[in-house]
């Protein structure tokens, strides 16, 4: 369980009206301007785009695309797209599965169709909601999806079929038992009609001078009005701001929720001491470590890709944070998901630091002294010198304490880090993903050579597909931790921890739970009964 460490009171707002606008701040940008598409707009081919090859070097402004491509939306969109551009099934306030565009659907017996029956209701634009509309703009939401993680995980899809005027059927070329949970991602919502002016959701979202207004769409209203509509109804006023905006507009009562918290602005929370009641964390799986951006110089070897692996202090890294109960991890797969056997597990768990340290010292040297033999061949006038390596990481307060720590544990071993400049290429590069289902097979995908070319297994990707097509559970977790033991020893993946995501709520503020997901739906937060105080 995830807690602040420290204890102290703040202001915070009281005696809102129940009646009154939720105000929210979300860490982030600002998603463009009312249109907010979810996806491609109506207008583009149905083919897949061009995209930048796995290869491309990440910069320091730009870390978490490396090697596996860009997601369509930015997390801060999240919330806001769900909630006004709906796909065929949505997530409630625990992340669990609810209907949305579709009110029902079936799965047939083997696993490779899934049969969707449209709810009978209307775009927000008061035309009616059709099949053939819905699988038209899904096909252009797949299309655009092509060549970003997400899309990686919906290649199973071979057609989008109208089977009727309210019933589509979706067929797979084999079994993906997270296609509903993948279908409820923002970037999977429907944006239908020539100019994407068909769209539909349980609220809708209109500029109002410095903020959004939300509001749930009346039971009477086209749209996806909530069945049943909930007995109190609150606004919701958002409003899209840097971390430290946000934080302070909480600090002072300004804000009654803070959206969108990561590892990156923890410390602008932990700083100003919150109440334990006000920081809340999500339960969140995911990949948090550093990617291996090229496989050259120090880097080529995988040996030497391990003795990084090594010389990290993962504990005093989490404790630096001020957060207990924040997992450290030497391992891709955060442990417990379904797929994981336990058959892995963390790595050098029988060395102390200092005996890792040791080991990864002394293949720092031997690389040393092998370009210096190799220096002294070609009659070079260069002496040997120490690796030195460049790392892109986001702007921020927990970016800082990050590298500082990574700084010093590879000095320990010879190897100076240095951050990169904005816009520079890198050789490592942050990774700080949120799994989009709680699986083995999700982290096994992102590393695998289809998504990370630079460094991989193509052992673990025979021993991923051969666990895909398995039809025995048993072997298939058997292949799972084979698949995850020969891409840990490519090492061109360094796990550092779980991926973080926080929350501020004030007391009086009824609808957010902790979800798996680590972004929140806005309807529970606009239907929720305040509790006033």
Known sequence: MLCASAVLMLTAACGRSGTDAVDISVIGPEPAPAAMPATAPATAPATAPATAPATAPATANAPARAAQGADLL?????????????????????GRLVPALAERWIVTDDGLGYIFRLRDAQWSDGAPITGPDVAAAL??????????????DLA????VR???RRVIE???????????????????????????QHHAGPMDLRREGSHWQARLVPPDH?????VPPPAVSRPLALRFQSAQAAVDRFAVGKADLVLGGTFDSLPLVTRIAMARGNLHFDPVAGLFGLDVLAARGFLADAANREALAMAIDRDGLVAAFGVSGWQATTRMVSAGLDGDSGAVAERWTDRTLDQRRAAATERVGAWISARGKANAGANSSAGPSAPVLTLALPAGAGADILFQRLHDDFAAI??????????????????DSVARYPRARWFLERLSCASHRQVCSEAGDSALQAAMRSGDAAAAADLLAQAEGQITMANGFIPLARPLRWSLVHGSVAGLV???WGWHALPPLAGADSGNN
């Open 74 to 94: 930015d997390p801060a969109g999240f919330p806001a797209s769900a909630a006004t551009r709906a796909g065929l099934v949505g997530f409630d306030a625990v």
């Open 139 to 152: 096909r252009r939401a797949l299309a655009a999806a092509h060549g970003t993680p997400i899309g990686a």
């Open 156 to 159: 199973a899809i071979r057609n």
């Open 162 to 164: 109208v089977m009727a």
């Open 170 to 196: 979706i067929d797979l070329d084999v079994a993906q038992p997270d296609l509903l949970t993948l279908l409820a991602q923002p970037e999977l919502a429907i944006v239908a009609g020539p100019r994407g």
């Open 222 to 226: 086209p749209g996806l009005p909530l």
């Open 414 to 431: 010879g190897v100076t880090l240095l951050r990169a400049a904005k816009g520079q290429a890198a050789d490592l590069a942050l990774i």
């Open 514 to 516: 902790p979800n798996p």
